[in-house]
């Protein structure tokens, strides 16, 4: 341990998760050593280097002020444990494949291997802090794993789920809307919370930091997930509705938002939502109710899923009927790939599908994103050869049939859009799955224009 900082922090997990939560305890705590762990050596590489593995604004210049300071980048696991008084375990709870509840359930192994390990290393007492969005109950599994010895080392599990969004973490993290931390009601619990809202106290206001128990804390992290997901897939559903009777979509969900009691955030229709984490812990939500019998509650839920894939398979639809039935030979520039602006993550990302689709139909696609490129490539490895991947938006427009907005990137709302229609194929179509260009400008300059969720504006 080393006696000039006041706590000793470890991170397990050197993630979207980890790599920003930590950085900004290291930042906003300069009296903590803060240390993060992982088993991927290449992820830690690129932690200890100039390139970090996420792209996050604002991340880059606060990792290089802390980082050895107090805040350390390694792959030894081992060491870290012996030396931390609080462990943050924040490794991946990706969707089970393979065996019972795969397709649903969490799975658990990269969690539950880490429980081992802190067991196997400690050798004093810790607060191990569940950062992974988990399955309600999961802190019982992990008592009783680290309860599973007569070391006589103490461990108290906390619940302390994290709520950042990618593209804005340094934000989030600085300016908290809540801080959630579920323990046991017992004394002992109530310490260990009480340890872990000093760390917090540091930045976040108190009235911001909540207490409450630990299966609230656990399952709340599910139900803010579940519940932002569903407001995006109800006004979707609405957006179907709206390019059949004329109604625009946008100023439905103004009107709709201005009610106080709705509010007006994520109601932003889309070509759908996308992302590690909204479809995977419904599913989880939808797998728990199922483990306890609850099949219509579990079916209320699903359905936020099954309307995200509708959204995608509508916009691939709209696509093909706009362009008289026939993609096959056509080309095809997707601008933007990663699942949402400011951000080079492309997991569960709308493009993903658009574009596999869009290939089955034969068209000819070039893909441009200002961050994501390197993700897109791997997801479409298969494929490789039927796609170009292109940096400058206006070369993977030029000669091309249609454009379709996936990411909603400020540099695609500010194109020259005159230029770009002078170098494609006419007539040019542009589907905007995000809403973001001016579309009656662009129907002026001769574009054949579909948003979602509004009128097509058509020359044809
Ligand atoms: P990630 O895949 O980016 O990072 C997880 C890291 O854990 C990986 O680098 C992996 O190598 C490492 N890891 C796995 N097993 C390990 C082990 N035994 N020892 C050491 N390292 C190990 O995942 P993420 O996006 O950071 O998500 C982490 C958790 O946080 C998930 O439960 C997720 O649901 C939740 N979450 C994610 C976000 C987000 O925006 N991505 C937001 C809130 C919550
Ligand atoms: C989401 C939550 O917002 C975070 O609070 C949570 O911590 C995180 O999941 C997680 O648990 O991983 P994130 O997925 O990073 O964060 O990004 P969001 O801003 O929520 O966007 C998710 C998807 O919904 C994106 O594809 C986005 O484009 C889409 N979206 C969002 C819409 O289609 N419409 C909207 O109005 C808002």
């Not at 290089?64 to 709870?93: C, H, M, P, W, Y």
């Not at 292109?390 to 070369?395: H, L």
């Not at 993977?396 to 500010?414: K, V």
């Amino acid at each position: 341990m080393n006696s000039l900082f006041a706590k000793t922090i470890l991170c397990i997990g050197a993630g979207y998760v980890g790599g920003p939560t930590m950085a900004m305890i290291a930042h906003k705590c300069p009296q903590y050593r803060v240390t993060i762990v992982d088993i991927n050596a290449d992820r830690i590489a690129r932690w200890n280097s100039d390139q970090l593995p996420i792209y996050e604004p604002g991340l880059d210049e606060m990792v290089q002020a802390a980082r050895g300071r107090n805040l350390f980048f390694s792959t030894d696991i081992e060491k870290g444990i012996r030396e931390s008084d609080i462990i943050f375990v924040s490794v991946n709870t990706p969707t089970k494949t393979f065996g019972v509840g795969a397709g649903m359930a969490a799975d658990l192994q990269y969690w539950e291997k880490t429980a081992r390990q802190i067991l196997e290393s400690a050798t004093s007492d810790k607060i191990v802090v569940e950062k992974s969005t988990l399955p309600v109950r999961t802190a019982r599994a992990m008592e009783r794993i680290l309860f599973s010895t007569q070391s006589g080392i103490r461990f108290e599990v906390l619940s302390n789920p994290e709520f950042l969004a990618e593209g804005t973490a340094v934000k989030d993290l600085e300016q908290p809307d809540r801080v959630l931390i579920g323990s046991r009601l017992t004394e002992s619990g109530i310490r260990a919370r009480q340890a872990l809202t000093e760390i917090y106290a540091n930045w976040v206001p108190l009235d911001r930091i909540l207490t409450t128990d630990i299966w609230s804390s656990e399952l709340s992290k599910l139900v803010a997930n579940a519940f932002l997901a569903q407001r995006i897939s109800s006004i979707n559903a609405i957006s179907a509705l709206c390019e059949k009777t004329e109604a625009d979509v946008t100023q439905v969900a103004r009107a709709v938002g201005m009610d106080s009691r709705i509010g007006s955030r994520f109601l932003n229709a889309s070509v759908g939502f996308g992302g590690s984490c909204f479809k995977k812990d419904i599913l989880n939500l939808v797998y728990i109710c199922r483990y306890y019998g609850l099949n219509d509650v579990a079916g209320y839920w699903e359905s936020v899923i099954e309307m995200n894939e509708y959204q995608k398979t509508h916009f691939v639809m709209t696509m093909l009927n706009a362009m008289f039935n026939t993609l096959a030979g056509k080309k095809i520039a997707l601008f933007g790939f990663a699942f949402k602006a400011d951000t080079g993550d492309t997991r569960e990302s709308p493009a993903i599908y658009i574009a596999r689709r869009l290939i089955e139909e034969q068209a000819d696609l070039a893909i441009t994103d200002p961050k994501a490129l390197v993700n897109a490539k791997a997801d479409l490895k298969d494929v490789e050869g039927k796609v170009r991947f292109v940096e400058d938006p206006y070369e993977a427009a030029l000669g091309s049939h249609a454009i379709a907005i996936m990411t909603e990137w400020r540099q695609f709302r500010d194109l020259d859009y005159e230029r770009v229609y002078q170098s494609m194929v006419k007539p040019a179509f542009i589907f905007d799955g995000r809403n973001v260009v001016d579309h009656q400008k662009l129907y002026q300059l001769g574009f054949n224009v579909y948003p979602i969720g509004k009128p097509a504006l058509t020359h044809l």
